[in-house]
């Protein structure tokens, strides 16, 4: 009896010892995010110093504020202070009349006014060491002006790539990345779930399907460069008419048409994810109760009856999940898109699946390659855009997942 209680009594200990590293892990991995995130913000917000070529009180007129001006008087200031080519250029892109005075406004900032960012700090130095701030401001740069700015606006949302930090936006990146991503869910997840149901509910067990098993789950470990450069060669080059929609008719030049373009990409990263939804996908249809077919089977259901009606709505919660942790991970990949051509500076919107393309990991890239400092702060902002992006799609796939659920 003692030596059951001696031996029961080490039993317990051990359990709390593994309780105890088990919820240190856990506290970790959460500090671990925190820590993340709180870096991330600490790039992303602060205090920033701003010189101007012109003050904006020098180009008042009558005493009137640039920002009050009417349109003419600001016509007449950018005529006045940029040089006649540029002020023809600007007038036959687009007539004065015919632009909106908020337009013709941002213009006189941004080429007769010119501020220019010459120093950053974080958030942290900004929220804690304010007065040392403005001191050194004031000796190192005593005609800037010291301002609390977030890299992230409406207008950095709206506002295509640009050389200058300051001016630069992720709109084009953002759109890439919606078209990218819905290829890739429009091409992996069918015939993912597909192959899945084939694997699971009519496959016999024998070598070659024994062999396509084994062969899925060393694919979902392949690296993703090795996607790429299998992009590359099949959808970039060999079926590169189709890809760069010539065939179609989408190009004007055949001669100049190239396959590396959004549906390029989509499918890359699609047969990236693909052994992934095949994987979570056999798995959540082998949780489902053998029990529940062999009622639909003694119902007089056939094969198919039984996996569309019972099998499938009791595995969708499972295969949406594993959907979405393979989507997370094509979201946020760079490799196989710079093998395949993704741009990384583009100015331009993509207007389908044959445009050229760039997206908000290929952006964050480029941008933390770059000297200036403004260009990390920039490069912040944009991963708390990629982060919104993918927990707003992880949120409808969750929303989708309890819709199914509440069906069953």
């Not at 892990?25 to 671990?32: C, D, K, M, N, R």
């Not at 904006?56 to 640039?66: G, K, Q, R």
């Not at 590169?240 to 390029?264: H, K, L, N, Q, W």
């Not at 702060?377 to 799609?393: D, K, R």
Request: proline share 4%; aromatic share 8%.
């Amino acid at each position: 009896m003692s030596e059951f209680k001696a031996n029961l009594d080490i039993r317990h200990r051990a359990g709390h010892i593994w309780r105890n590293i088990f919820r240190a892990s856990t506290v970790f991995g959460i500090l671990a995010l925190i820590v993340l995130l709180l870096n991330i913000a600490n790039s992303a917000f602060g205090y920033v110093a701003i010189e101007n070529d012109i003050n904006p009180a020098d180009l008042a007129i009558n005493s009137i504020p640039i920002e009050q001006l009417h349109q003419v008087d600001l016509v007449w200031i950018l005529e006045q202070n940029v040089s006649a080519g540029l002020f023809r250029r600007l007038e036959s892109e687009m007539p004065w009349e015919e632009r909106a005075r908020e337009e013709i406004y941002d213009l006189v900032v941004e080429r007769v006014v010119n501020p220019q960012v010459v120093h950053t700090w974080p958030l942290g130095g900004s929220l804690f060491h304010r007065a040392e701030i403005q001191a050194e401001v004031a000796a190192k740069f005593p005609g800037a002006t010291l301002e609390f700015r977030s890299w992230l606006t409406g207008d950095f949302l709206t506002t295509p790539q640009s050389p200058e930090a300051d001016r630069a936006g992720v709109r084009t990146a953002i759109l890439g990345s919606g078209w990218t991503i819905a290829i890739t869910i429009l091409f992996a997840f069918p015939l993912g779930v597909g192959a899945a149901i084939y694997l699971e509910e009519y496959a016999s067990d024998n070598r070659l399907n024994r062999v396509i098993q084994t062969n899925i789950n060393n694919l979902a470990g392949v690296p993703s460069i090795i996607y790429g450069m299998l992009g590359l060669a099949i959808f970039v080059r060999a079926l590169e008419p189709f890809t760069s929609g010539a065939i179609f008719g989408a190009v004007d030049d055949t001669a100049t048409a190239s396959g590396r373009t959004i549906i390029s990409a989509g499918m890359t990263l699609g047969l990236l994810i693909l052994p992934l939804i095949i994987i979570n996908a056999q798995e959540a249809i082998k949780a489902v109760s053998n029990s529940l077919r062999q009622a639909s089977y003694g119902m007089g259901a056939t094969r198919w009856q039984t996996v569309w009606h019972h099998v499938l709505p009791n595995a969708i919660s499972g295969i949406l999940t594993g959907t979405i942790l393979a989507i997370s991970r094509a979201i946020g990949e760079t490799a196989p898109l710079v093998v395949v051509g993704a741009s990384t500076f583009i100015t331009f919107d993509p207007e389908g699946p044959f445009s050229k393309f760039t997206t908000l990991p290929i952006q964050i890239y480029q941008w933390t390659a770059r000297p200036q400092a403004e260009f990390r702060n920039i490069a912040a902002a944009a991963i708390l855009v990629l982060l919104a992006m993918l927990l707003s799609m992880n949120a409808a796939a969750v929303v989708l997942r309890n819709r199914y659920n509440r069906k069953i």
